[in-house]
């Protein structure tokens, strides 16, 4: 006898955020082909049969100057306006140990209820805290993911043949 998938009422959580991450990932990869991205399985979608990605993204690029990077994306969605509740992210440890492997791991908040994005860094989140969340406020509000992710290094999501200061800084 086979036993029906039952969805979790908590699978598509986040799924816009995820979903306009991914819009942006397909456009930032297609305009180099030294840049791709794979989007990860989702155990809580699969219904926990698989084992927990690390990540909801990984990538990897090579820019202008020859400098390869890699790394995880981990998008979140809250409707809290400044807040991250630290239970929502039992990635971190994964991500902590990527980014020590030599990965460039950000976590995307997406506010629901302003429309806004956050870019956070893994050294970020290990900083000084309340004790059930981060509190996000002194970190800028972005429109867009673009706009989020060019915030933290920018040089990793650049736009195909754009230089940047730090580039050029490193080249020299």
């Not at 976590?107 to 900083?127: C, D, K, N, Q």
């Not at 915030?151 to 043949?161: C, I, L, M, T, Y």
Request: glycine share 6%.
């Amino acid at each position: 006898m086979t036993v029906p998938f039952k969805r979790s009422r908590f699978s598509n959580r986040g799924k816009k955020a995820e979903e306009a991450v991914q819009r942006f990932l397909t456009d930032w990869a297609s305009q180099s082909s030294t840049r791709e991205y794979n989007r990860l399985v989702d155990s809580k979608a699969a219904g926990r049969i698989i084992k927990a990605a690390a990540a909801d993204f990984e990538y990897c690029c090579k820019t202008a100057y020859g400098e390869e990077f890699h790394g995880l994306i981990e998008v979140k969605e809250t409707e809290h306006e400044y807040r991250l509740a630290k239970d929502k992210l039992p990635q971190l440890p994964r991500l902590r140990k990527r980014q020590k492997c030599g990965g460039r791991c950000f976590v995307l908040v997406f506010h629901s209820t302003l429309g806004m994005w956050r870019a956070l860094t893994i050294p970020y989140l290990e900083g000084p805290s309340d004790k059930g969340s981060w509190n996000l406020s002194d970190l800028p509000a972005h429109d867009s993911v673009a706009e989020a992710l060019a915030s933290v290094p920018r040089d990793v999501f650049e736009k195909a043949g754009e230089v940047t200061t730090a580039a050029l800084q490193r080249a020299r």
